[in-house]
């Protein structure tokens, strides 16, 4: 639950902080550009920061439109995960004559919060993919700047995978142990007949015969 808990804070905060993508101009090394979700900040060497807000969505690039969503989402999907989450803890009081009804809340909370820590990695890697492509891209000239990984992009990976194991071992919470089965009853042979146990015993009738 812990692990669930700082994965949706840190998911959020990814989603809200200008630092996937950082910029260094050769020509003016006092100021590095930032750029995220939702702005492109400009920090300066006197720790002035200037932001403005990026124009129009559909004029950002696919990226950036399509992580603004799974981002939107993830932060949904790992609130509602966590609520759930808490819900089937054995702590609460809720549902305590229902302990089923306990383990699905578990269950759903954790299958919740590994679909956010999924709609997590997927932004960021997308975005961290497009970012190497446009570095090594050769057609554009060296002495052109390049973005490159900020630090939102690590948070969003360690989110993702907090988000995922949090998830993961809540839903394995939830399964049953096993209960020993108890041994089944030794089999014990059946008695022999009185005139086949411990020998071969006559019949009477054969005895006076033989004598």
Known sequence: MLLALLGWISSCVTTFVPLWKNLNLDLNEMEVWNMGLWQVCIMQEEGVVECQAHGSFLALP???RISRLLMCLSNGLGLLGCLLAALGLEGWRTCDDKPGRKRQLLLGGGVTLGMAGITTLVPVSWVAYNTVLDFWDETVPDIVPRWEFGEATFLGWFAGAFLAAGGLLLACSTRSTK?????APACHQAP?????????HLHPRNADLVI
């Open 62 to 64: 696919p990226e950036l």
């Open 179 to 183: 209960t020993a089965t108890p041994l």
């Open 192 to 200: 022999a007949p009185p005139g086949l146990a411990g020998g071969h």
